[in-house]
């Protein structure tokens, strides 16, 4: 039995699926956008302050630990976590909801067993020489709770109970926000931060432990199948593949290799830029993690053409976003490192535009993953992140000892192209086709460009603060005229658009969208599900 194929019981209402439309993944992906976004802002504001009063080696210190910890919470709980949600939505969507109760206990024992192996990891390293010890040992606490809290915040993303899994993550990430800050500013250093972390951490895991709980109570108790058992461990192990492939593209794997190859400091140049891509690249997670239960739910219904239709539309309204962002990072953002993290991360500067190109890959690898993932079409998924992954760690290996983190930012863009535009169509096939209207992405792409290089050469001719103002400025009125002219925008998006949003999107979407024509679809073809 796989997650693919659990059937309802005969006479259930289709409650769930019927529940599971496009206005409520767009009200997921937005809590989802709130309870992701948020965090990062917290976390870019705080790279003003880290970069200011640690410094370059201090602030490249704290980022190898904080990473480290994120690898181990990755590697301990690997494929778990996915295969909860996902099972959780599509026990849901076909009307056995009592046996996600019970799988929710069973993958929390698990799950719990690993915290302590995180724990006994941090603090060995700190024990053996690693500095400074009692930061090493005190972030293993906080990886110890984050490694526990994967299990209940997976069974909400399953029910889709957004809304609570965001308020935690947005009130304890800004009670660590503003107890970091104050810490900074009376001197504390990297053991400080450490322990702040555990307040995040910690936070995060008493909220949704309480709502997992609460709403696992409300189903009915039901035995789990020693068949369904099995499938999970294996939906799972072959996760896992996808989970590290992840990690390795898209979460700082780099640092790791700048540790052992260069400097803290080269760790902190490629930190802070990274840290605002990652940032403008959480608006694609946060709708994928929306997307990836929403799929599992109508997977569980067979309701193959609202998955397909929403698909579609996610990639291209995600990719048309990301190409603007893009273009104006690329633009603006090495002024902007220099002016706000100052002159001694100006090497940051070209980091951030390396890593910038990413941004329009991010929706083909997110969505698709979610979507491949919510489905259980796992082996194509696995053998091109595997190739990702392995392209990731080579290139890491030939340029990271030559170049520093410019040759981090290399590597790591390099991989993400590998890894996502294969993915897509891989998705594509799945669906037997996708709309992806190349017409209108196309004039998207124009639009971006003709804004980026507005931006950019204003400030060629007024450099520094006044510079970076103008040049904002510029970029927004280029993107009004661009996207008046071109037509960046298909008329049925934003209608979609102005349906979830009750007639309330306006301004310069509703100027530019009055004018769009729906572009000429692209089919991938492939095998009907």
Same mark, same amino acid.
């Given at each position: 039995?796989?997650?693919? =194929?659990?059937?309802?019981?005969?006479?259930?209402?289709?409650?769930?699926?019927?529940?599971?439309?496009?206005?409520?993944?767009?009200?997921? @992906?937005?809590?989802?956008?709130? +309870?992701?976004?948020?965090?990062? #802002?917290? +976390?870019?504001?705080? *790279?003003?302050?880290?970069?200011?009063?640690?410094?370059?080696?201090? /602030?490249? !210190?704290?980022?190898?630990?904080?990473?480290?910890?994120?690898?181990? &919470?990755?590697?301990?709980?690997? @494929?778990?976590?996915?295969?909860?949600?996902?099972?959780? +939505?599509?026990?849901?969507? *076909?009307?056995?909801?009592?046996?996600?109760?019970?799988?929710?206990?069973?993958?929390s024992r698990l799950i719990v067993l690993t915290a302590s192996v995180a724990l006994a990891v941090m603090a060995g390293l700190g024990v053996l020489g690693a500095s400074p010890k009692a930061a090493w040992i005190l972030e293993g606490i906080g990886a110890a709770a984050g490694v526990v809290a994967t299990a209940p915040a997976s069974f909400l993303r399953g029910l889709q109970r957004w809304?609570?899994?965001?308020?935690?993550?947005?009130?304890?990430?800004?009670?660590?926000?503003?107890?970091?800050?104050?810490?900074?500013?009376?001197?504390? @250093?990297?053991?400080?931060?450490?322990?702040?972390?555990?307040?995040?951490?910690g936070g995060t895991l008493a909220v949704t432990a309480f709502f997992a709980g609460r709403a696992a109570r409300a189903l009915p108790a039901a035995p789990l199948d020693v068949h369904l058992r099995r499938s999970v461990l294996r939906f799972a192990g072959i996760s896992s593949i996808s989970v590290f492939v992840s990690f390795v593209v898209y979460h700082r794997t780099e640092v790791l290799? #700048?540790?052992?190859?260069?400097?803290?400091?080269? &760790?902190? &140049?490629?930190?802070?830029?990274?840290?605002?891509?990652?940032?403008?690249?959480?608006?694609?997670?946060?709708?994928?993690?929306?997307?990836?239960?929403?799929?599992?739910?109508?997977?569980?219904?067979?309701?193959?053409?609202?998955?397909?239709?929403?698909?579609?539309?996610?990639?291209?309204?995600?990719?048309?976003? =990301?190409? #603007?962002?893009?273009?104006?990072?690329?633009?603006?953002?090495?002024? %902007?490192?220099?002016?706000?993290?100052? !002159?001694?991360?100006?090497?940051?500067?070209?980091?951030?535009?390396?890593?910038?190109?990413?941004?329009?890959?991010?929706?083909?690898?997110?969505?698709?993953?979610?979507?491949? =993932?919510?489905?259980?079409?796992?082996?194509?998924?696995?053998?091109?992140?595997?190739?990702?992954?392995?392209?990731?760690?080579?290139?890491?290996?030939?340029?990271?000892?030559?170049?520093?983190?410019?040759?981090?930012?290399?590597? =790591?863009?390099?991989?993400?192209?590998?890894?996502?535009?294969?993915?897509?169509?891989?998705?594509?096939?799945? /669906? +037997?086709?996708?709309?992806?209207?190349?017409?209108?992405?196309?004039?998207?792409?124009?639009?971006?460009?003709?804004?980026?290089?507005?931006? %950019?050469?204003?400030?060629?001719?007024?450099?520094?603060?006044?510079?970076?103002?103008?040049?904002?400025?510029?970029?927004?009125?280029?993107?009004?005229?661009? @996207?008046?002219?071109?037509?960046?925008?298909?008329?049925?998006?934003?209608?979609?658009?102005? *349906?979830?949003?009750?007639?309330?999107?306006?301004?310069?979407?509703?100027?530019?969208? !009055?004018?769009?024509?729906?572009?000429?679809?692209?089919?991938?073809?492939?095998?009907?599900?």
């Open positions: 039995m796989s997650s693919t =194929n659990i059937p309802a019981p005969e006479g259930s209402p289709p409650g769930p699926a019927a529940q599971t439309t496009g206005a409520s993944v767009a009200r997921g @992906g937005l809590w989802q956008i709130v +309870g992701t976004v948020v965090p990062q #802002l917290y +976390g870019l504001t705080l *790279s003003v302050f880290l970069a200011h009063y640690l410094g370059p080696d201090a /602030l490249g !210190r704290l980022a190898l630990i904080q990473v480290v910890a994120f690898t181990l &919470i990755t590697s301990l709980t690997l @494929g778990l976590p996915t295969a909860l949600v996902n099972f959780t +939505g599509v026990l849901n969507g *076909s009307g056995r909801a009592g046996e996600a109760r019970t799988l929710l206990r069973w993958t809304r609570v899994l965001q308020v935690a993550a947005v009130a304890s990430g800004g009670v660590a926000f503003a107890l970091k800050v104050v810490a900074l500013l009376f001197g504390g @250093g990297v053991t400080a931060i450490c322990a702040i972390d555990i307040v995040a951490f290799f #700048l540790g052992h190859y260069s400097s803290d400091a080269q &760790i902190a &140049i490629y930190w802070l830029p990274f840290t605002v891509v990652s940032g403008l690249m959480a608006l694609t997670w946060a709708l994928g993690a929306a997307f990836g239960p929403a799929v599992a739910t109508l997977w569980g219904a067979q309701q193959i053409d609202r998955i397909r239709a929403g698909f579609s539309r996610s990639v291209r309204l995600a990719l048309l976003a =990301n190409l #603007l962002l893009a273009s104006a990072l690329t633009a603006l953002g090495p002024i %902007a490192v220099e002016l706000v993290w100052g !002159r001694k991360f100006a090497g940051a500067g070209p980091v951030l535009v390396i890593l910038a190109v990413t941004l329009p890959f991010a929706p083909l690898m997110t969505l698709s993953l979610q979507l491949l =993932n919510g489905i259980g079409r796992l082996w194509g998924l696995s053998m091109v992140g595997v190739v990702a992954a392995l392209s990731n760690i080579g290139l890491d290996l030939v340029l990271i000892p030559r170049y520093d983190a410019v040759g981090a930012a290399l590597a =790591n863009s390099l991989a993400q192209i590998v890894g996502s535009v294969p993915l897509i169509v891989l998705a594509g096939r799945a /669906l +037997g086709g996708l709309t992806l209207e190349m017409g209108v992405l196309g004039r998207a792409v124009a639009a971006a460009v003709a804004s980026g290089l507005a931006a %950019a050469l204003v400030l060629n001719q007024l450099p520094g603060a006044a510079g970076l103002v103008a040049g904002a400025l510029a970029f927004v009125v280029a993107l009004a005229v661009s @996207g008046v002219l071109l037509r960046p925008i298909s008329v049925d998006d934003f209608q979609w658009l102005e *349906s979830i949003s009750g007639g309330r999107v306006g301004g310069l979407l509703v100027a530019t969208c !009055r004018y769009a024509s729906a572009g000429q679809p692209l089919p991938l073809r492939g095998k009907s599900p």
